[in-house]
């Protein structure tokens, strides 16, 4: 499985972005993923967990991003999407997608895309 982020960019706090995770690969590998998950690294900071979602649409959101940020995903379209909303400048980092696969114990990471939000 391969993913893509994208959706990064310059934003005043307050202002809202959504990032987009499409994944490409074989239907059974994409179909075999149970968790899809947005990460976030901050400049000299380690990569932390914002938020995931598994396979049968259970939710987990960092407390520094609830009712704020949103996941979901689209089947049709293998793509996770991430919905950021009243965006603070903490949350500059760059942001990156992983899927995991429990059986094959895989983790699948694409790209990161850059979100800059200015005071």
């Known amino acids: 499985v391969q993913l893509q982020a994208s959706g990064g960019g310059l934003v005043q706090a307050g202002g809202s972005l959504r990032l987009s995770c499409a994944a490409f690969?074989?239907?059974?590998?994409?179909?075999?993923?149970?968790?899809w998950a947005w990460y976030r690294q901050a400049p000299g900071k380690q990569r932390e967990l914002v938020t995931h979602?598994?396979?049968?649409?259970?939710?987990y959101y960092a407390d520094s991003v609830k009712g704020r940020f949103t996941i979901s995903r689209d089947t049709t379209r293998n793509t996770l999407y991430l919905q950021m909303n009243n965006l603070k400048p903490e949350d500059t980092a760059v942001f990156y997608c992983?899927?995991?696969?429990?059986?094959?114990?895989?983790?699948?990471w694409g790209k990161g895309t850059q979100v800059t939000v200015s005071s």
């Open positions: 992983k899927a995991f696969d429990k059986s094959i114990l895989q983790e699948y």
């Open positions: 690969g074989s239907a059974f590998s994409i179909n075999n993923v149970n968790t």
């Open positions: 979602i598994t396979s049968d649409g259970q939710t």
